[in-house]
């Protein structure tokens, strides 16, 4: 990166926000910490109907479909690994995808040609590629910055607490369904077990896609700098990259 000249209250900014993220690293980091394979009993109580069976693929969890019912796994990572490490990555998938989805709506809805930016006022202008906006927030708003790292800290703290094990960031506690976080403000979770995992398919399919659509979205847009639909050729492009603070 080429750095402009940047204000003394900027320069402040970014140090804040880089303590703020190593803050938000290791509160994070659960979601990728190594496991450590722990015996755990097939006979735990329902968890939103699902009873871990040895037999079945990741034990039972939901997730696989037609044309792999029997689910798709060609590296044969499930079938070497514990019922509290499946937990683990399950954990994992589920919260990537839930990202991932909201990246995904994130590029359509602020980018050519909706523009539409509901955190900070970016004056109806045109501010190119959603991989450049934190870049047009540092000046704009740097304070933003240290609110983001803040909050998504305080996020992961939270969904830590509620899933993990206390005193280490090896397994889910037994009780805790992977994903199952509590937060449910519309009511949508199904109380029927069938339902529930049929939902949960849903859930993790969208996810997976997502995660997919959003690693596409990243690479097109650092190759040539164009938003989604101005790269289709269905939105004219009005962005001036030379009005960001960082130039490259």
Do not use: C
């Amino acid at each position: 990166f080429i750095y402009t000249s940047i204000s003394d209250s900027e320069q402040q900014s970014i140090m804040m926000f880089t303590l703020s993220l190593v803050s938000l690293f290791f509160s994070g980091a659960t979601a990728f910490a190594p496991t450590v394979k722990t015996t755990q009993s097939t006979a735990l109580y329902a968890l939103n109907g699902w009873k871990p069976d040895s037999k079945k693929f990741t034990y039972g969890l939901p997730g696989a479909v037609a044309p792999f019912a029997k689910g798709f796994d060609p590296a044969g990572i499930a079938g070497r690994e514990d019922l509290g490490t499946l937990k683990t990555f399950r954990e994992s998938e589920v919260t990537h995808g839930r990202v991932a989805m909201l990246a995904v709506v994130g590029f359509l809805v602020t980018e050519a040609p909706f523009n539409f930016h509901p955190l900070f006022n970016a004056g109806g202008k045109d501010i190119g590629p959603a991989i450049r906006y934190l870049d047009e927030v540092r000046a704009v708003s740097p304070a933003f910055f240290t609110v983001l790292a803040v909050a998504i800290g305080g996020f992961e703290i939270l969904r830590a607490t509620k899933g993990w094990q206390v005193g280490g960031l090896e397994n889910l506690k037994e009780e805790y369904y992977p994903g199952d976080i509590g937060f449910d403000p519309l009511g949508l979770k199904p109380t029927d077990p069938a339902a529930f995992e049929k939902m949960a398919t849903k859930e993790l399919n969208n996810g997976r896609l997502a995660m997919i659509g959003a690693a596409g979205f990243f690479a097109q847009e650092l190759v040539n700098g164009q938003g989604v639909f101005v790269n289709l050729g269905l939105a004219q492009s009005t962005f001036d990259p030379s009005t960001l603070p960082v130039i490259f």
